[in-house]
C-alpha cells in the first residue's frame, strides 16, 4: 500500500459528530485466505475509502463518502456505533489489505470499497468471517455470499422505468447500448425487465462508443423501430456519454416521438443544462425521490459548506440500515439486512435482496420544456409480499 496520506492515515481512527462507479479492473481470480481475528463487534463499522489514490477524482469522492457517513451517525439517536476509517489507495489490493486490517480490529460491519472489482475481493475475506459488506459498487454481477449493493443498478432502473411505460401502454421496446461492458450490462438489465414486465423486445441495437459509432448506428436504430412497431425507446448512455448525441439525431432521422417513447436509465438532470437538448423534449428518466434527495443535500451543504457528491449518500445509507437494525435489537445477517419493509435513506426508500442487489424507490421525470417534471413519484413504502 502506497504512502498516500501517510502511515498513521492506513487506518484513521475517527470519532466525533460532525457524507460512486468509476473504471473497473479485472478481479483477482486466486483464492484468499480467510484472516484470523479477535471477534466482532457489531457497533464497529470499517469504512473502507480511496484514499491514496494518485486520482484527485476518487479523493474528493472519499471525502464526501466519509462526510455522509459522519453525518448519518450524528443525525440518528446514539446506539454506540463507531467508525473507523481505513485508506485503500484506490486498489483492489489496498482494498483486501484494508479489510484483513479491519477484521482484525474487530470490525462487524464494512462500508465499501468503492470499486466492484475491489468488494469483489473484499467479500470473500469478510465472508469467511461472518462480517456483512455493504459495496458502494452498483455491478450486479458481485452481489451475494454478504456482499451487498448500495450503488445505483441499471436494473432498478430498468424496472422503474418499463414498469412506468407497462402502466402507459407501451408495449414493445427497443433498447439502444454501447459496444461495452457496462452498454451489454445496461442492455441485459433492460431486457430482464421486459420480460419481468411481460413487455415484448422489439430489439436491441449497439453501437461503438465513439461519434463516427452513434452516426453509423442511426440508421440501424430508425429501421428497428420502424420494422418492429416499437412504442418505447430505452437509451441506456448517460449525458457525459453518447446519449445527448442519440438524442439529437434520433428524431431529426425520422422517428416520430409521439409514436416512440424515448426513454433512458441514467439521470438526465446532471448537469441540468442537458435538459435543453431538443431530442430529450417528451422523454422519461428514472430518480430518487426529489424531495428527500434536496433535503439531503441542503443537510449536506448546511454540515460540510459545499455540495455534496451525486453519490455522497450512499455512506449515509449504508450507517443508517446498520443503525436501524442495530437499534431494533437485530444482528447483522442476511435475515435483518433483507428485511422486506427495507430502510428509508438520503434520497428514498431503499431496500437489500436476497441476492445482495438493492432495490431503490424512485420516480419517473418527463423533460418538458427544458426542466425535468415528476410524473411518477417515488414510492414513500415497499409494497410486501401477498400485500
Not at 164 to 184: F, I, N
Not at 293 to 304: H, L, N, P, V
Request: aromatic letters at 6%; a negative charge.
Amino acid at each position: 500500500m502506497k504512502a498516500g496520506i501517510g502511515h498513521v492515515g492506513r487506518i484513521l481512527a475517527l470519532s466525533g459528530t460532525i457524507f460512486v462507479a468509476a473504471c473497473e479492473h479485472d478481479a483477482p481470480s486466486g483464492q484468499i485466505q480467510p484472516v484470523e481475528h479477535p471477534g466482532t463487534d457489531s457497533g464497529t463499522v470499517a469504512l473502507l475509502l480511496p484514499y491514496g489514490s494518485d486520482d484527485n477524482n476518487n479523493i474528493e469522492l472519499a471525502k464526501n463518502l466519509e462526510n455522509g457517513a459522519r453525518m448519518a451517525i450524528a443525525n440518528l439517536p446514539d446506539i454506540g456505533i463507531s467508525l473507523k476509517v481505513y485508506q485503500t489507495d484506490g486498489t483492489t489490493e489496498g482494498a483486501v489489505e484494508a479489510a484483513m486490517l479491519a477484521l482484525d480490529d474487530g470490525a462487524g460491519a464494512i462500508l465499501g470499497p468503492v470499486f466492484g472489482d475491489a468488494a469483489a475481493a473484499v467479500g470473500p475475506v469478510a465472508a469467511a468471517a461472518g462480517v456483512p459488506v455493504f459495496s458502494f459498487s452498483n455491478r450486479t454481477e458481485i452481489a451475494g455470499n454478504n456482499l451487498y449493493l448500495l450503488g445505483h443498478t441499471h436494473r432498478n432502473a430498468a424496472n422503474r422505468i418499463l414498469q412506468y411505460g407497462k402502466e402507459q401502454g407501451k408495449v414493445r421496446v427497443l433498447v439502444v447500448h454501447a459496444d461495452t461492458a457496462a452498454g451489454r450490462a445496461s442492455q441485459a438489465a433492460v431486457e430482464t425487465a421486459a420480460a419481468l414486465q411481460g413487455m415484448e423486445l422489439a430489439g436491441s441495437i449497439s453501437h461503438e462508443f465513439s461519434q463516427i459509432g452513434v452516426v453509423n448506428a442511426i440508421p440501424d436504430i430508425v429501421g428497428a423501430a420502424n420494422e418492429s412497431g416499437a412504442d418505447l425507446l430505452v437509451l441506456t448512455g448517460n449525458t457525459a456519454g453518447a446519449l445527448p448525441m442519440l438524442a439529437q439525431m434520433i428524431p431529426e432521422a425520422g422517428i416520430d416521438p409521439e409514436v416512440v417513447q424515448i426513454a433512458g436509465l441514467t439521470r438526465w438532470d446532471i448537469p441540468a443544462n442537458n435538459l435543453r437538448i431538443n431530442g430529450l423534449q417528451g422523454g422519461w428518466f428514472p430518480l430518487p425521490d426529489p424531495n428527500l434527495a434536496a433535503s439531503f443535500s441542503y443537510r449536506y451543504q448546511f454540515e460540510f459548506t459545499e455540495l455534496p457528491h451525486p453519490l455522497a449518500g450512499l455512506s449515509y445509507d449504508g450507517i443508517v440500515a446498520i443503525h436501524q437494525i442495530l437499534s431494533a435489537g437485530g444482528r447483522l445477517d442476511a435475515r435483518t439486512i433483507t428485511r422486506p419493509a427495507g430502510f428509508v435513506g438520503s434520497d428514498g426508500i431503499f431496500r437489500f435482496l436476497p441476492d445482495g442487489t438493492i432495490e431503490r424507490g424512485l420516480a419517473v421525470a418527463e423533460v418538458r420544456d427544458f426542466r425535468k417534471s415528476v410524473i411518477s413519484p417515488a414510492p414513500r413504502i415497499f409494497p410486501l409480499a401477498g400485500s
